[in-house]
């Protein structure tokens, strides 16, 4: 028999998932978006994540399966085109996200090493190579994997506590402090907005459904998994933007965009506490994308299986599905391609649809979840709102991310429906 994963491990699960490279990618983004509402903007983000997981939680004690996600959306609407999209938009926001968490690690890099001139293209080296040694390590070993992981969560967390515990010491006497008072907020919503864009930050709690069926004591510690992965993330995130945004002039923040968290600590620490916070930068990032790697290609392999893909991805290529390799090289595609903004707003509509969709599926099985259907209802409208809002307020700023996340839903959903006809034609 498998080992049973206890309460700590399945907290550790979604706090792992969520705590990877999403907050070291998209702080900066979102002081840009927010700037003193940034604490605001997190909130909202959790919020929603929160609600979310009620959904989650029920299906989780209903339909315990490895398949997480993908199962959760099959049970609810069948197997059927529409499903087989949202069920390939899952795993092509998994190849979103390693190209975020890839990004990440490509901007904090060169300020420990610079390998040109050019810092741009510094970060798309780093980026690349950081990839292509963690496809290379899922292919070496999938218990490597899992021991990494384990090492980088309790890492990541005690630097980031250290932080948090230097960082609200260090807001005493701060000058910057007075940016956190509302006038410095901009309007409710473009806090909103901000807080969608940055809402992929917030999406790892849903790993904790591929543990479920492991999870000792379900009935009690599903719900406390979740539920307390995604408060203590929600506490964690406002008071890291708290720190950020009392600790630095928001002219600071823009200049050090991508590696805002490093220059935080940097107040309080000194060149020791940048190099210290852009160590745990690399670990996150580099944890986040060997995680999600490994994720990434489960649910590809998953959803083939299902016969929502074609099932050559349930190949192996060097003992491993051939997912694996397609997944690497997407992300690669994608990193060196589209800016961090345009990523991170891919990953969110993603995200927030497929969320929308699993709140609609726990709102549509509620009696047989014996689950209150309000909340999943009021999860759905909120990640739609959510969604839409995000789509609206980027398109009076770039239309470009507008367009490239619109198509990537569009293109799963036509990819899905040309699979399913080409089937019918050969009669399967």
Not at 2 to 8: D, F, Q, S
Not at 181 to 188: A, C, F, I, L
Not at 381 to 400: K, R, T
Request: with cysteine.
């Amino acid at each position: 028999m498998a080992k049973k994963i206890g309460l700590k491990e399945a907290i550790s699960i979604g706090i792992g998932g969520m705590v990877g490279g999403g907050i070291f990618a998209v702080l900066g983004l979102a002081v840009a978006l927010a700037e003193g509402g940034t604490p605001i903007s997190f909130l909202i983000a959790g919020l929603i994540a929160l609600i979310t997981s009620y959904s989650y939680v029920k299906l989780s004690l209903k339909y315990p399966d490895r398949g997480g996600t993908v199962k959760f959306v099959n049970q609810g609407f069948g197997k059927g085109v529409f499903s087989g999209g949202i069920n390939n938009l899952l795993w092509v926001s998994y190849i979103i996200m390693l190209s975020l968490y890839a990004s990440a690690f490509g901007s904090y890099a060169p300020n420990l090493l610079a390998l040109t001139n050019d810092v741009a293209l510094d970060g798309h080296i780093y980026a690349s190579i950081i990839v292509v040694f963690a496809t290379a390590i899922n292919y070496y070993s999938i218990s490597v994997v899992g021991k990494i992981e384990a090492y980088a969560v309790i890492i990541k967390l005690i630097i980031l506590l250290a932080f948090v515990g230097f960082g609200i010491y260090g807001l005493f006497g701060n000058p910057h402090l007075s940016q956190l008072s509302p006038e410095n907020w901009e309007s409710p919503f473009k806090l909103l907005t901000a807080g969608m864009v940055i809402f992929v930050a917030y999406e790892g709690f849903e790993l904790i459904a591929n543990a479920a069926p492991d999870i000792e004591n379900p009935e009690k510690n599903i719900p406390r998994a979740y539920y307390w992965s995604v408060i203590f993330v929600i506490f964690l995130y406002v008071i890291i933007a708290i720190i950020t945004v009392g600790s630095l002039a928001f002219s600071q923040i823009a200049t050090a965009q991508d590696y805002v968290l490093a220059e935080a600590a940097k107040p309080m620490l000194g060149k020791v506490g940048f190099t210290i916070i852009t160590v745990a930068a690399l670990i996150s990032t580099f944890s986040a994308i060997n995680a999600s790697l490994y994720g990434g290609t489960k649910v590809n392999y998953e959803i083939s299986e299902d016969d929502e893909l074609p099932h050559e991805f349930t190949s192996k290529l060097w003992n491993q599905p051939i997912g694996l390799m397609v997944t690497a090289v997407l992300t690669l595609i994608l990193v060196n391609t589209l800016k961090l903004e345009s990523i991170s707003t891919a990953g969110s509509v993603g995200f927030l649809l497929i969320f929308a969709v699993v709140n609609f599926t726990g709102f549509k099985l509620s009696k047989e979840l014996n689950a209150n259907r309000i909340i999943p209802v009021i999860g759905f409208v909120f990640c739609l709102i959510a969604m839409i809002a995000l789509l609206v307020q980027h398109f009076s700023v770039s239309q470009s991310d507008v367009y490239i996340a619109l198509g990537i839903i569009l293109f799963c959903f036509l990819f899905e429906f040309i699979y399913k006809q080409t089937e019918k034609s050969k009669g399967f």
